[in-house]
């Protein structure tokens, strides 16, 4: 546990220290909350010298048994890390800190225990389809494309920037890579109320609003499709750096100042290569709202800014209106078509996450800001308004983009509750905040029964059970560095291929003929013929002649019962362990029972592994 | 202000949709939740159920007449009332108290009686306390709780009795994966058993239900309604009748053969 936050505190500090020296020496004044553009700078700097470095890895036959991340990452330390002693201190106010530290803290705490109760490991189904690649560059393997990297990646919506910096504060210590990613997950929630708290002080100069946003993001979880607090992944680390990003540019503008054009450039390309989609759409309103604040005075005179906004209010109501009359069959076809939602979808999405919270006071808080007729409040307004229209248009994965326009949502929420607070006594002001509160986790309770309810698994709540891990260490122990292919359903792929090490076809994407030639598999007895379909299923990047071990879990039996359809889904999958019953023994037992095809590696409660042999 | 406040909050709970799986507690292998029909085990998205239920419970009135404790008639007239979806307090408290392990899945049915299924789980032992209240005046010999099997489920017994039909390749694979020989006892449709635990194993789910009667409790196997009966002498206080059963969830036939 120890080692699994202090590999995960590594994750941000490391950048944060590589990058200080070079953002003080290219910048000389202070900036405020300076630790975004270190860890900005300080990424990059690390990404940019992985990728150099594979690429001499390529070219030089010297360096070809480096295993990369180690080596770079000690080589910039050793540069770079004296340098922070050498430089003069920031302008730190650790007194600031200390109050939105505590509440991210203390919120963060009791979210995390509601969330994960009786659950032993984080609940990202995501997170091992990311390790996979992760396990790729920690074995010396680096592309700026994940797809050129393992077959788990069939869409690159993302460059390896993230992935590389998971690797580094990885690579120096043995960490359970479960534990690892429950760890992070702790620090990305502390981090998105932290940064929940300082977006609403700098919208409102307000402590209390700052302390009841931070309580809404804590508790009100968007748990369909964006993911925003409680899941790590490309997208949300994202949409975090984007609100620490436009806080800064606030606080900036508020001292009559604006961040260097350099940084500023370097910012938003570091949002956009960690996530296309999500990071183009944060960069543009990033470089929006820097123009905006940077050329306010002149455009304020050009143009009529109440005019301007009700203009854009019309254009958004047009753009929900009108959206599902555009004609998008062609990208809402496929997989998009399982993120196409209606309208009331989406409400019901809503529902999940927020009650009506949203629906009563974010309109409320609107009015409010409106009222104090703040630049700054009408800026955060704009935003909000713009990505809620954005994810109300009825085009596949707008939901995704919720994960920017959360952390807004939230701020406004307060304000709206703030604006009924400001009205009452100091008692009756605690006594709603209280209330408040009890509301709050009330609605995030709801919203963990409703998600965790299918992975019951024996006395928790979990995606991954303790058979299947003891079965990866038996992979990993007898297999690593082989040539070996896992093949099974998408789901045990999934979990076994970054847990063991051993390669599978697509881990839980396995491709259309995988999934075609397992429900051919599904349809015959004869042990040969199993045989002979299973070794037709090979890793277009990493092929093999070698063995395939064929896992027979009760997820892979589950997974055969279900319709063809579901069964071709890269969105339906066997989420919770399953145990094996007798009718699955017997299967195992008939196509052991032709040694010369199959032949017994490893069995427990819930999976059997077979020796394939040709 | 405040009480306005409070309206808007309480207003913006109601919006929280109701959980699907609201009362689900896991006891070993199995999980045991809340339905339309009443308490029931299943594990996972197998599809395999195993209920207690008023539907299939009975009771028998003095004079030797045996009817279920909802009847054909009162579910077509539409009377049974259940507590099962309604989002109010006393259910968002239950439902919160569940998740926490406070307490574990109960249901409510109304008619002219008053019908609850309750439990408790320890470790893997779950016990299902049903009351039934509102029967003044009535005069009844005998009362049965159930617990349903499916058709290919083995139903036996620790000499290794066999009450219920299986296919003979499952049964060849039971008895070949668990070292041990059935013999099968289906000449009669309904089956009394002087033993005092009865086991429950699907072939399309893992672990073992083990029903257990009392010393004053007798246990009959119904293959034609395929439920597993534990008959226990009526005592009613008040005119409430309490009765329990108990059943505890192994791993396997082999643990459960093992500790029993």
């Known amino acids: ?84 002693f050498l430089i003069s201190k920031d302008d730190f106010d650790i007194q600031s800190y200390l109050l939105p530290i505590a509440t991210s803290s203390l919120f963060a705490g009791i979210a995390f225990s509601i969330w994960q109760f009786h659950g032993p490991y984080s609940f990202n189904w995501d997170l091992y389809e990311h390790q996979t690649l992760i396990n790729t560059i920690l074995g010396g393997n680096l592309s700026l494309i994940p797809s050129r990297l393992t077959d788990t990646f069939g869409f690159n919506g993302y460059s390896t920037l993230f992935h590389s910096l998971v690797a580094a504060s990885q690579a120096f210590f043995q960490t359970s890579i479960l534990s690892y990613w429950t760890t992070i997950s702790f620090i990305h929630l502390g981090l998105a109320i932290f940064a929940s708290y300082l977006l609403t002080k700098e919208l409102t100069n307000n402590k209390l609003i700052a302390i009841i946003a931070s309580a809404v993001t804590a508790f009100a979880f968007d748990s369909s499709i964006s993911y925003t607090t409680l899941f790590f992944i490309p997208q949300t680390f994202t949409a975090l750096l984007f609100v620490f990003l436009i806080t800064q540019l606030i606080s900036e503008a508020k001292n009559g100042r604006i961040p260097a054009f350099l940084l500023f450039a370097v910012s938003s390309f570091f949002i956009f290569i960690n996530h296309y989609i999500v990071g183009f759409l944060g960069a543009s309103i990033y470089i929006a709202s820097y123009l905006y604040i940077k050329f306010s005075h002149f455009i304020e005179e050009k143009i009529n800014i109440r005019t301007a906004i009700m203009a854009g209010f019309f254009l958004c109501l047009a753009g929900i209106l009108f959206s599902s009359y555009i004609p998008l069959g062609f990208i809402n076809s496929g997989e998009a078509q399982d993120y196409s939602l209606t309208l009331l979808d989406k409400f019901n999405i809503m529902k999940q996450s927020y009650g009506y919270l949203f629906l009563l006071f974010v ?114 122990g007898h297999y690593r560095n082989t040539q070996t292919l896992i093949v099974s359903d998408p789901a045990t792929q999934n979990i076994l291929e970054p847990l063991s090490t051993i390669n599978s076809q697509g881990g839980a994407y396995s491709n259309k003929a995988t999934r075609e030639t397992l429900d051919e598999v599904s349809k015959t007895d004869e042990a040969n013929k199993i045989s002979s379909l299973l070794y037709k299923i090979n890793d277009k990047i990493d092929s093999t002649n070698g063995k395939r071990l064929f896992v027979l879990s009760g997820r892979y039996f589950l997974w055969q019962r279900s319709l063809k359809t579901q069964k071709m889904a890269f969105s339906y999958n066997i989420w919770g362990p399953t145990p094996l019953t007798l009718e699955n023994i017997v299967y195992a037992n008939h196509l052991l029972s032709d040694p010369e095809h199959f032949s017994l590696v490893y069995s427990n409660s819930e999976l059997v592994i077979l020796e394939v042999k040709k | 202000m405040f009480i306005f406040f409070i309206a808007l909050c309480v207003g913006a709970f109601l919006g929280v949709s109701q959980p699907k799986n609201t009362l689900t507690r896991s006891v070993n292998t199995l999980q045991l939740t809340t339905s339309e029909n009443g308490l029931s085990l299943f594990q996972g998205n197998t599809g395999e159920y195993f209920y207690f239920s008023p539907f299939q419970d009975s009771l028998t009135y003095g004079d030797g007449k045996k009817t279920g404790l909802i009847t054909n008639d009162e579910v077509k007239k539409g009377v049974v009332k259940t507590n099962s979806s309604a989002l109010n307090i006393p259910s968002v408290l239950e439902t919160l108290m569940n998740y926490f392990t406070v307490t574990s899945p109960s249901m409510n049915f109304t008619t002219d009686k008053y019908i609850s299924y309750s439990s408790r789980i320890y470790s893997n032992n779950l016990t299902i306390t049903r009351t039934i209240g509102n029967l003044k005046n009535v005069k009844i010999g005998q009362t049965s709780m159930s617990i349903s099997f499916n058709s290919s489920d083995f139903v036996f017994d620790k000499d290794r009795n066999s009450y219920n039909y299986t296919d003979p390749e499952l049964t060849a694979a039971f008895e070949h994966t668990f070292r041990t020989t059935l013999t099968p006892k289906t000449d009669e449709l309904y089956i009394t058993t002087p033993q005092k635990t009865i086991f429950i194993y699907s072939p399309k789910i893992s672990g073992v239900i083990a029903i257990k009667a009392l010393p004053f409790q007798r246990i009959l196997i119904d293959r034609n309604s395929r439920v597993v009966q534990v008959e226990s002498p009526v005592v009613i206080k008040n005119g409430t009748l309490k009765n329990e059963i108990t059943v505890q969830i192994f791993n396997s036939p082999v643990e459960a053969l093992k500790a029993i």
């Open chain 1, 1 to 84: 546990m120890i080692i699994s936050l202090i590999s995960s505190l590594l994750f941000y500090v490391l950048p944060i220290f590589l990058g200080r020296p070079i953002v003080r020496f290219i910048y000389k004044r202070n900036l405020t909350y300076p630790f975004i553009s270190y860890f900005m700078a300080g990424s990059l700097l690390l990404y940019a010298s992985l990728l150099a470095t594979f690429a001499l890895k390529t070219i030089i036959p010297l360096f070809a048994d480096l295993t990369l991340i180690q080596e770079v990452v000690f080589f910039l330390s050793f540069i770079l890390l004296p340098l922070n």
């Open chain 1, 363 to 476: 309109p409320l808080g609107i009015f409010s800001a409106l009222m104090s007729k703040k630049r700054i409040e009408i800026l955060g307004i704009t935003i909000l308004v713009f990505l809620v229209s954005i994810v109300l248009m009825q085009f596949p994965y707008t939901v995704k983009f919720f994960t920017l326009a959360k952390l807004f949502s939230d701020a406004f929420i307060a304000i709206g509750i703030y604006y009924l607070l400001r009205q009452m006594n100091k008692f009756f002001k605690s006594l709603s905040v209280i209330v408040l509160l009890v509301v709050l986790s009330g609605i995030f309770t709801f919203n963990a029964i409703s998600w965790k309810g299918i992975l019951a698994y024996k006395d928790s709540y979990t995606q991954v059970s303790p058979e299947e891990l003891q079965a990866s260490e038996f992979l990993k």
